[in-house]
């Protein structure tokens, strides 16, 4: 059983940053492919970044690129989602998630590739 833990959401002005962490325990955290995703009230989720195992490739959604940055960190088997420049419109619920066997440098951006969930961290921004 994979378990992922986000924290490190809050309250923040607009133009504001933001570091979310992922912790992922029970499974083989170095070969999972991981990302982002969020939900704002009355939305669907839609895809944040990701991040490929390796950690060579990232991908962003266009409307966070620029001043979100995925990374990862395999020794602590933990991924993060630096978020600067925050909107209000960056006001949901994030959520992190993990997929396994994928290639080394492949991203994932649907929800349907992604196996494990975490619980998500809420984000405010206000304005």
């Known amino acids: 059983q994979v378990q992922l833990v986000e924290s490190g959401g809050g309250l923040v002005q607009a133009g504001g940053s933001l570091r979310l962490s992922c912790a992922a325990s029970?499974?083989?955290?170095?070969?999972?492919?991981m990302g982002w995703f969020r939900q704002a009230p009355g939305k669907e989720r839609e895809f944040v970044g990701t991040?490929?195992?390796?950690?060579?490739?990232?991908a962003y959604a266009a409307s966070v690129k620029g001043r979100f940055t995925i990374s990862r960190d395999n020794a602590k088997n933990t991924v993060y989602l630096q978020m600067n420049s925050l909107k209000y419109g960056d006001t949901a619920v994030y959520y992190c998630a993990g997929a396994g066997s994928y290639a080394p440098d492949e991203t994932l951006r649907r929800e349907g590739e992604y196996d494990y969930w975490g619980q998500g961290t809420q984000v405010t921004v206000s304005s």
């Open positions: 029970g499974g083989t955290f170095s070969r999972y492919t």
């Open positions: 991040i490929s195992w390796s950690g060579s490739s990232t």
